[in-house]
């Protein structure tokens, strides 16, 4: 069977031919890859910055972002059976028993930094046409959502993010602000830095959890995405416009910054335009550029006299996984046509060369296996 296969020690990155994966074990299901999203981190890796080879292979099989169907399933498979399609989520535990997150299936938590991550450490991904996987780590998806299902990963970590919020949130009185007489005014506003699939995704998730969302982004082809935002109901802030304060007095109180740029000026620059009580949530990862200036003081006395909150957050969990698949699908009862706008380009396997150099432009783009 075929694979798309990065080779780190001679800098390669081609089409392998590997065996037919078999189902080794009573727990485990094999699946027919339909679909793999491509990502930041993908180029990343084909950019040799990232990504590690299972130990004892020169090679990594990429993709992390998919949607398989059942083909056959162990004895104990988690009672599904073929023809059901799954996301597989990406990350697998560390085997150290003092790890009480991982023990407790909690991997994107992991304290020991030796988890493995299909298709980026350690582990190979899905741009093959087959893969054997425990069930447990299979995450059933509905028929219904086979068109957009492969946007699930990517929408992992705002929903991780926002399951978080709320948590943190708890520390406080946290619901939308009514106006006597008027009922409920409005919500929280949150500012989505970025607007690529993981700032669209999450500008969508934000708006489904009532947050009057505002995506602020240097984007290319700008006024198509400036359109599609408005068509969920979020707003468009364009940053060649306007500047970091300007966005601030279009908002008013920011409530949330959720960043999905990676770019770490931008994001040190608005954390002084934070709100009291606000949450900032970081998901980007800026390559090491050098130090930027900072004014520390200002951000520490922000942070203490308002209450405020950043956290970062990576890979996601199965209650992630879950509120992804349960969101995406309001999202295309909703806004179907914005729903698909997301996903700009289907591609063969032989067009790996173009997408993961970054080369095919759009917003998310998709290798069609299955
Ligand atoms: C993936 C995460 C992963 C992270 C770091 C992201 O692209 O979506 O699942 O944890 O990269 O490797
Ligand atoms: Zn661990």
Not at 65 to 73: D, K, M, T
Not at 210 to 232: C, H, I, M, P, Q
Request: with cysteine; charged share 20%; glycine share 10%.
């Amino acid at each position: 069977m075929k694979a798309v296969a990065v080779y780190p020690s001679s800098r390669k990155i081609g089409i392998t031919d590997l065996p037919e994966p078999k189902i080794a074990a009573p727990t485990q299901v094999k699946l027919r890859m339909l679909e793999v999203g491509i990502c930041g981190t993908d180029k990343e890796i084909c950019r040799f910055d990232y990504g590690t080879p299972p130990e004892g292979s020169d090679f990594l099989v990429l993709g992390h972002e998919s949607l398989g169907e059942v083909v056959e399933v162990g004895p104990d498979g988690g009672g599904f059976k073929p023809g059901d399609l799954v996301i597989p989520s990406v990350r697998r535990p560390c085997q150290h028993p003092e790890c009480v997150a991982c023990r407790q299936g909690r991997q994107d938590f992991c304290y020991t930094g030796d988890f493995t991550e299909r298709g980026i450490k350690g582990r190979h991904g899905y741009m093959t046409e087959f893969a054997v996987d425990e069930a447990r780590y299979m995450v059933p998806v509905p028929r219904e959502l086979r068109e957009v299902a492969v946007l699930v990963e990517p929408l992992t970590i705002a929903e991780k993010a926002l399951i978080q919020v709320w948590n943190v949130q708890q520390r406080l009185p946290w619901a939308c602000e009514i106006v006597p007489g008027k009922g409920k005014a409005h919500c929280h506003r949150a500012v989505v830095l970025g607007a690529g699939p993981v700032g669209l995704l999450g500008a969508m998730a934000l708006t489904v959890a009532g947050f009057d969302t505002f995506v602020y982004s240097r984007a290319a082809g700008a006024e198509n995405r400036a359109k599609l935002v408005e068509s969920f109901g979020a707003h468009y802030v364009p940053a060649e416009t306007n500047s970091i304060d300007d966005l601030a007095k279009i908002v008013g109180t920011i409530d949330l910054v959720y960043e999905a740029v990676g770019a770490s000026q931008l994001a040190f620059d608005m954390l002084h335009t934070l709100g009291p009580n606000a949450v900032f949530v970081f998901t980007g990862v800026p390559g090491r550029k050098g130090p930027v200036s900072v004014d520390t003081d200002l951000l520490m006395r922000n942070l203490v006299l308002k209450n405020q909150i950043l956290f970062g957050t990576v890979n996601a969990g199965r209650e992630a996984f879950e509120a992804a698949i349960k969101d995406l699908s309001t999202f295309t009862k909703r806004w179907p046509d914005a729903t698909k706008a997301l996903i700009t380009g289907h591609f063969p396997m032989e067009g790996f060369a173009d997408l993961l150099a970054g080369r095919a432009g759009g917003i998310k783009n998709v290798l069609s296996i299955g």
